[in-house]
T-cell receptor, first 110, second 115 residues
């Protein structure tokens, strides 16, 4: 079993819908990252969380340390949000390394 | 955008040849990482560096070596490339680690094909 599991693996929605992507992990962590990768490759950091909730524009990330779970929400989704969203955790055991989820491929249709 | 560049961006080489990928940053960040990304595996850490001349192995380090002689440059070397090393390689940097960690910044990726 992977230490970091994302769901769903693929998600297709219509423009304007509220999107939720989930990340569950099984190890102790010091921080959790949400990343975005558009077709063509570039990876962009969206959030780094160690507790609570962060918001940036239409994106909201939450984390529940006790439940070992994080969610990424997108409000008023737009076709330009189509990308792969990746969850990564900084584990307590592994010095200076991240464990990545497999990613969630999001497609927003106009 | 963070100042992080990878070179070359694309390379095709033959089995058995040496290959060096370069990651250059202008942010003066302490931590630098090399990852490979393959379908079905996500991003996997090859090697990382926590300072000049301070490096350590990641989960898929076999067949790879690294060097960091200056803060700004982190080199990944495939001494004798194999077809299993065909992948997209990403360099990343971060200023700090742990609960106080800041953002991760990624390079644009280097696509390596080993024939």
């Amino acid at each position: 079993k992977n230490e970091v599991e994302q769901s769903p693996q693929n998600l297709t929605a219509q423009e304007g819908e509220f999107i939720t992507i989930n990340c569950s992990y099984s190890v102790g962590i010091s921080a959790l990252h949400w990343l975005q990768q558009h077709p063509g490759g570039g990876i962009v950091s969206l959030f780094m969380l160690s507790s609570g909730k962060k918001k940036h524009g239409r994106l909201i990330a939450t984390i529940n340390i006790q439940e070992k779970h994080s969610s990424l929400h997108i409000t008023a989704s737009h076709p330009r949000d189509s990308a792969v969203y990746i969850c990564a955790v900084a584990t307590l055991q592994g010095a200076q390394k991240l464990v990545f989820g497999q990613g969630t491929r999001l497609t927003i249709n106009p | 955008d963070a100042g992080i560049t990878q070179s070359p961006r694309h390379k095709v080489t033959e089995t058995g040849t040496p290959v060096t990928l370069r990651c250059h940053q202008t942010e003066n960040h302490r931590y630098m990482y090399w990852y490979r990304q393959d379908p079905g595996h996500g991003l996997r850490l090859i090697h990382y560096s926590y300072g000049v001349k301070d490096t350590d192995k990641g989960e898929v380090s076999d067949g790879y070596s690294v060097s960091r002689s200056k803060t700004e440059d982190f080199l990944l070397t495939l001494e004798s490339a194999t077809s299993s090393q065909t992948s997209v390689y990403f360099c990343a940097i971060s200023e700090s680690w742990g609960p106080s960690a800041g953002e991760l910044f990624f390079g644009e990726g280097s696509r390596l094909t080993v024939l």
